[in-house]
């Protein structure tokens, strides 16, 4: 199962310049976060956080844990994952709502 | 027994005498030493968290004060609490047997991370021993479930305790990442999904379960100790917080983890009744699929721990309803085990009768469990004895049993030595009555509205308490008659034939104990994992 069928690599899978970016786009989403705290959102408040937050997740898992490049298999697993934390978040929320 | 072919025929030495010394232990990469390793650091555990609870019942044993403060009560219970949850049963029957048969009964040579699996054991042993330091330095008196505010405000120390669960926490994911990785890359090739053992079925279900809920209950543990210790307001009401996440956070882990103890129990015993019906498996596909079912809704029913916490009303309907529901996969195995055993030619050795223990017990838990999740009984239940009757039916009376259950049946292969029989069937007797005396009188107490984690009470509720201290006596004593059979046994116990009871999984056709590969050779696929050579088919 291991290695066969599939390319071997000898350089890096992505360049160092797509990390960078990666990191960029956390920072600036992380103050997006942050800002957006601020205004009065009511409802769709933690919403907007979880989205942004979700985001992210996406970029660390896409590239820093390189699934874009791994075989489809991984991405469905952490698919089921996430969602999974979905449920467990509106199920959660099933109760803030209506309290 | 010493005419059956001598243990091993083959040339490899046995993993057990393949590299001698402590160190050679402490360093091993071997998942069979490793599952050995785990069920010596685990039985001193269990044996002084049963014992506090003795104590502890010996205080209840007449109303008033006996021996015990009520500082000293709540303590002793909180200690038993989280010793028996996070150092016993939840790691329990994954990291010892789990560990030792899983790579063998799928034809493989180890898991598939080996190093990560000792780094398992050694945060097991981490947490066990702040868990020790903390009992040492003044225990907790939360309760296990450590909820606020009452974990941010007490006095006693509760950062050790959390601290202990927390790593204990990455022990358990780092576990079950392990089975399922092994599971998807290290099958034989030859065996197909839906010819892997049902043992093997249920460690994968729940290794999933660990890996997604695990670091929930980790997330919650840390966020208690922001607000205790950096003032984070996150669960204190008077600064915008709220308690009641507190007890969401904590249950989206805590109840999927009790599906992390009972998957794995409920996957031995379908290994265990087929062996000893000798007969196939009944509604294989079944028992698969009621597994993955049992995984997937049971992390979706917490919020029945929390009809009382202030939930909004349609939550608590919906959280009732899923926990009907839940009960449906596991009814559909029970109906399987008997099915398998209808007709079949049932041999009563020693894990045949801890496993029929369990479908009983486990059913009074399991219908008790129904009567808790209607809403409306539930508020007069919430925190009583009937509670803690309910929970160790289900946890002791399900997994712990089965626990003992795959002690006798997996121990000849582990060690090599056979126990005696007489005494095991005397200590699952005394355990057995011992069971029933000390938890269904709690079933009448807390009906009657005996209150949980209380260290007295009035006089009416004498006679319940007097049976069950008497009860955990017994209790007690099997468990030392139980696990000294099984440990003389080490010392004097004859040599284990290859296959004492029988068996059609794959550890049944390798060498007692198995080489440090586990197989000479390649594994035997021949036969399919309940496919007994003199099975007799019943039309
Ligand atoms: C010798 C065997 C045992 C005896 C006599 C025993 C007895 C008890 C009793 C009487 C309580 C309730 C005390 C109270 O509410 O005031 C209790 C609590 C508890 N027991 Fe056990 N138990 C035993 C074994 C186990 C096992 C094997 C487990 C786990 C599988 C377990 C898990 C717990 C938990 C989680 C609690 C709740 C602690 C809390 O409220 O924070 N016990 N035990």
């Keep these: 199962m291991q290695t066969e069928g599939k390319p071997q690599f000898d350089h890096a899978l992505v360049p160092y310049g797509v990390y960078f970016k990666v990191w960029g786009a956390l920072v600036l989403l992380t103050v997006l976060t942050v800002s957006v705290s601020y205004l009065d959102m009511k409802h769709v408040r933690v919403l907007t956080a979880l989205l942004i937050a979700t985001f992210k997740g996406s970029l660390v898992v896409l590239y820093f844990m390189h699934i874009r490049f791994e075989e489809r298999m991984y991405a469905y697993m952490i698919m089921v994952v996430l969602a999974t934390y979905a449920i467990f978040i509106g199920l959660t929320f099933v109760d803030y709502w209506y309290r | ?539």
């Design chain 2, 1 to 539: 027994m010493s005419s059956q072919p001598a243990a091993s025929p083959m040339s490899l030495p046995n993993y057990l005498e393949a590299r001698p010394g402590i160190l050679s232990w402490l360093t091993t990469t071997d998942h069979k030493r490793i599952g050995v390793l785990y069920l010596a650091s685990m039985m001193p555990f269990f044996l002084v968290a049963a014992s506090f609870a003795v104590m502890f019942r010996l205080e209840l044993f007449s109303p008033g004060q006996q021996f015990l403060t009520n500082d000293q009560y709540n303590r002793l219970l909180t200690v038993h609490g989280v010793v028996m949850i996070f150092l016993f049963i939840i790691p329990g029957i994954p990291a010892v047997f789990g560990n030792f048969f899983l790579p063998i009964m799928i034809g493989a040579e180890d898991v598939s991370f080996p190093r990560i699996n000792l780094m398992s054991w050694y945060c097991y042993v981490s947490g066990a021993v702040l868990a020790l330091i903390s009992v040492a330095v003044g225990p907790p008196d939360t309760g296990w479930t450590f909820y606020v505010p009452y974990s941010v405000k007490t006095h006693p120390n509760v950062l050790l305790p959390m601290a202990a669960a927390f790593i204990l926490g990455w022990s358990s994911i780092l576990t079950g990442l392990n089975f399922v990785a092994t599971v998807h890359r290290l099958r034989a090739k030859a065996m197909g999904w839906f010819e892997m053992p049902l043992f093997v079925w249920s460690l994968y279900a729940t290794g999933w379960v660990q890996i997604v809920a695990t670091p929930v209950v980790g997330i919650t543990l840390v966020m208690v100790l922001l607000e205790r210790f950096l003032g984070i307001p996150i669960f204190d009401p008077a600064r915008g917080g709220d308690p009641v996440l507190y007890q969401h956070m904590f249950w989206i882990y805590s109840h999927p983890a009790v599906y992390i103890m009972v998957l794995p129990a409920m996957g031995v015993v379908s290994e265990i009744i087929p062996t000893f019906s000798r007969k196939k498996i009944f509604g294989y596909r079944y028992i698969v699929f009621s597994s993955i079912a049992i995984a997937a809704i049971g992390s979706l029913v917490w919020g029945h721990h929390m009809f009382t916490s202030g939930m909004a009303d349609v939550a608590r309907i919906v959280f009732s309803f899923l926990t009907f529901f839940v009960a449906v996969p596991s009814a559909v195995k029970v109906f399987n085990w008997l099915a398998t055993m209808y007709k079949g030619s049932v041999w009563l050795a020693p894990p045949m009768v801890w496993a029929l223990m369990f479908i009983l017990l486990f059913s009074i838990g399991g219908l008790t469990g129904l009567i808790n999740a209607s809403l409306s009984l539930d508020v007069h239940l919430h925190d009583t004895a009937w509670v803690v009757s309910h929970f160790h039916f289900t946890m002791f009376g399900g997994t712990g049993v089965i626990f003992f259950a795959a002690l006798h049946y997996w121990w000849p292969k582990v060690f090599g030595k056979m126990y005696n029989n007489t005494i095991a069937y005397l200590a699952a007797g005394i355990f057995f009555f011992g069971f029933l005396a000390t938890y269904l009188p709690l079933f009448f107490a807390g009906a009657r509205g005996m209150p949980r984690r209380y260290a007295d009470y009035l006089p009416e509720y004498e006679i319940y308490h007097k049976i069950s201290t008497i009860g955990s006596w017994f209790l007690f004593a099997s468990l030392l008659l139980l696990l000294g059979n099984l440990v003389y046994s080490l010392f004097k116990g004859k040599r284990a034939p290859i296959s004492p009871w029988g068996g059609a999984t794959l550890e049944w056709r390798t060498a007692t104990p198995p080489p440090t590969l586990n197989f000479d050779g390649e594994p035997d696929l021949s036969r399919g994992a309940y496919e007994y050579p003199e099975q007799v088919d019943h039309d």
